[in-house]
Each structure stands twice: as C-alpha cells, then as structure tokens.
C-alpha cells in the first residue's frame, strides 16, 4: 500500500479562507519535507520538519512522528497558493531517501 | 542563480534510442537524486548519489542508469527508450547528513 498517503487529494478554496492538508504514513517517518508545485511545474520548498511545528507567513506545518501524520495549514489563502502541495517522508533507515504522497491539488477561487 | 538547473528541459525521442539528462548543482551538495513524474504516482526516485562516482538504484531503477562524474554533475541515461519512459524527470541535490532536497525545472520527455 501507499506508505505516504495525502488527504484531500484535491480542494477547492475561496480567497480568505483557511485549510488544512494532511499526509498519513505507513513508514516510521523521522523527517518530513512540504513542497508546492506550482502551475509552471517547478518544486517550490515549503518546510523541512523534524517532529515540531514551524510557520512561516501565512503556512503553518506540523509533524508528528508517534502518531504518524504532518499537517499544512493555510491561512488566508491566496490566488497565488494554487497548485499541487506535496509532502516526502524520510524513513528511519536515514538513507536521506524520501518517499513522496500523490500530492493534494488545490484552486484558490477569487 | 539557480543552483539546481537540467538540461534539456524538454526532449522527444525515438523508440530504441539513447536517452541523456544532465542535472548540475551548484549547492556543494553531496547527494543528488533522479525522480520521474507521473499522473498518479506523484514522484518516484529512480537513481540517487552519495558524492561523485557512487551511484545507488532507487525504487524504479529498470531501464536507467546514472552516472556521478563529478560533486556537481549527475546524469541519467536511458539506453533504450521505450513510450512508458514518457515522464518529467526531476533531478534534485541534498546536503550529506540531511534529507532535505532541492530541485531542478524538471524536463519533459517524449519517447515516441
């Protein structure tokens, strides 16, 4: 099965609105990478986490390793947020290896 | 400026040909990786490094290879393209003791 899986896979957001994405693993994740690619295709770095939260602007990501979940919160969303959000799980092997979800396409509505 | 750049950015190939995909780094990075794009499958490692002249198979290693020659060179090869290795390829760099990891534009391949 998936060991990476994201939820929703995809969102529909209007302009000012918050929202929250959310990866599962089936992995014993120790680090946790965020990325948004945007409608040009390219890999925009968002956050890299070890178990804790960081903020940064309006995005805010958390990352639990004993429950197994990292979240991304987006508060006020903007048309520019649109695109798909991916997360990538490094596993306790510590190969500095990373598993990708199938990301959480995600149109912010003026 | 960009420290992670690929070329080309978009090919089309013929079936049975040689395929190359040049990354170049310029963040002194130790580990650099390949990984196609797929509807679906979000990205999958095909190849990664440890420093040049190490290569290590990824989880769809089938039908590439890679080559390390120096700290900032890695490329991807394919010996015999076929239409399933229609895909974006990324390549990415990442520092020696951390998972974190940096990409190029991908570029666009069309193996017809």
């Known amino acids: 099965g998936d060991k990476v899986k994201q939820s929703p896979s995809a969102l529909s957001l209007q302009e000012g609105t918050n929202s929250a994405l959310r990866c599962n693993f089936s992995?014993?994740?120790?680090?946790v990478q965020w990325f948004l690619q945007n409608p040009r295709g390219s890999l925009i770095n968002l956050f890299y986490l070890v178990p804790g939260t960081k903020e940064n602007g309006r995005l805010k990501s958390a990352f639990d390793s004993k429950e197994s979940y990292s979240t991304l919160h987006i508060r006020d969303a903007q048309l520019e947020d649109s695109g798909t959000y991916f997360c990538?799980?490094?596993?306790?092997?510590?190969?500095?290896?990373?598993?990708f979800g199938t990301g959480t396409r995600l149109q912010v509505l003026p | 400026e960009a420290a992670v750049t690929q070329s080309p950015r978009n090919k089309v190939a013929v079936t049975g040909g040689k395929v190359t995909l040049s990354c170049n780094q310029t963040n002194n990075h130790n580990n650099m990786y390949w990984y196609r794009q797929d509807t679906g499958h979000g990205l999958r490692l095909i190849h990664y490094s440890y420093g040049a002249g190490s290569t290590e198979k990824g989880d769809i290693p089938d039908g590439y290879k890679a080559s390390r020659p120096s700290q900032e060179n890695f490329s991807l090869i394919l010996e015999l393209a076929t239409p399933s290795q229609t895909s974006v390829y990324f390549c990415a760099s990442g520092d020696w003791d951390y998972a974190e990891q940096f990409f190029g534009p991908g570029t666009r391949l069309t193996v017809l």
């Open positions: 990538a799980a490094e596993g306790r092997a510590n190969t500095n290896k990373v598993v």
């Open positions: 992995i014993a994740a120790t680090t």
